[in-house]
């Protein structure tokens, strides 16, 4: 394991390499440098894409989505300057899975996920892998092979981490370059101060370099290398993944940024959260100013979502309380598949490409509609079978009024154990569900424990219409059973039939 002294080494050197003139300054410095030249024209005229994936954001943490406690004017302006669904959805309820639907277009039940990655015992219990096969379809891979730059910076959490030392890097799945932290492999940054004993065994895994640095200043520095990684390839088309995870829990906002919101949350941890939520907000709003600097925001697609509802820590349901983020009315949080656990805000902007100011409360899109959106926008080839469908005529301003079904799953009823949260009884929901039209219908993989809900009508979920529609219950109930019922986390794990290959 690595001392803290050698962390502190590592810090130096790795500031030393990875900051750059290009670097901005930090969230709450003033004024910035004066511009850098424009980028020239490319040949090539296929846009930059940043995907900005914020880790266990609330549906309504964003002031343009609700939030009154504070002010993010910075992806408030992204948003009004571009496209906002508001019915946008992720592919779990959790990290590794959620972000595997981002990823590939595939429902990740699908790919094998039942939760998050943890060490290989906690995943043999589910049956699922310790690492996303790097042979499936990807959006990195599939740009990279189509001519464009490609970078990960934040978090990763498809494999690596724990005890589990021999999960591909980022690089396996066609990444030019990775950042990440101790939830994968290859150059990472560990956190110093919180966490610290995750770090720590990521440190003692080897496997590429790293340092340490605290929590507070990991945006910042992820922000910085995605400048960089876009100031180094100005001659050709670049997508970045900008994973961040300063809004999961524990939070740890600067004490300058802290002071300015005391007193608006409901406790202190409350403070800390909104915070961190206002820190992020002004790291990426200086991030877009600098873009636009080097002239490389016209002609870039920025998308930004979360990965899950927010966090359900256990000690907040001890009185009756809600740990921090906001879900608004919604029922449920972090691993559930109630609403509160996979319903997003998703932003996109591209100037004078997507109509600006569309707020669309009709479409309703999920996670892996991501990667045929963004091949469709980058004019490169989709691969075959995926879940996802396209999403572009959205961003024209043409509500998308029908589309497949879509799938989730969470967990595994007959594990020798369940993932935690949430800890509120009302937010736990069965392990399948599925939303075709308006109707959402959730079930456990042997049927039972039905509940059907009307999402236009009541989108709390508070009114069960099982009884009441049990031809659609029934309809909906066999294809929700028997797709769960080829997931390769199923059989004795999902008590619901034989394991696919």
Known sequence: MASLSRGFVRAAL???????????????????????????????????????LVDDMGFADLSVMGNRKIATPNLDRLAGQGVLLTRFYDAAPICSPSRAGFFTGRFPGELGFATFINDRAANATFGQADWLDPKVPNIARVLHDAGYATGHFGKWHMGGGRDIGDAPWPTAYGFDESLTTFEGLGPRVLVADEERGLADQSAALGQGPFFYDVKTNLTQLYASRTLDFAGRHRDRPWFVQLWLNDVHDPWAPDETQLQAVKGKGADPDDDRY???????????????????????????VIVVTSDNGPSALQRYYKDGGTAPGSVLALRGRKGSLYEGGIRQPLIVSWPGHV?????????????????????SLAGVRTPGSLAGMDLSPVLQGSAIKKRPAIFWSFGAP?????????FKAADRAPH?????GKWKLLAEPDGSEVQLYDLEADPSEAINLASKQPGLRDRLLKRLVAWGSRLPVGGALMGNGPTID
């Open 432 to 436: 399948l569900a599925v939303r075709d």
């Open 355 to 375: 109509k600006a100011g569309y707020r669309d409360e009709r479409t309703v899109g999920q996670g892996v509609d991501l990667l045929p959106t963004l091949t």
């Open 414 to 422: 007959k594990a020798s154990q369940q993932p935690r949260g949430p």
């Open 14 to 52: 790795g500031a030393a390499l990875i900051s750059s003139a290009l670097a901005g300054p930090a969230a709450n410095a003033a004024p910035r440098p004066a511009p850098q030249a424009p980028v020239p024209a490319r040949a090539d005229a296929r846009p930059n894409i940043l995907f900005i």
């Open 274 to 300: 909104l915070a961190t939520i206002v820190k992020m907000d002004r790291a990426l709003g200086n991030l877009f100013d600098r873009l636009k600097d080097v002239g490389q925001f016209d002609n870039t």
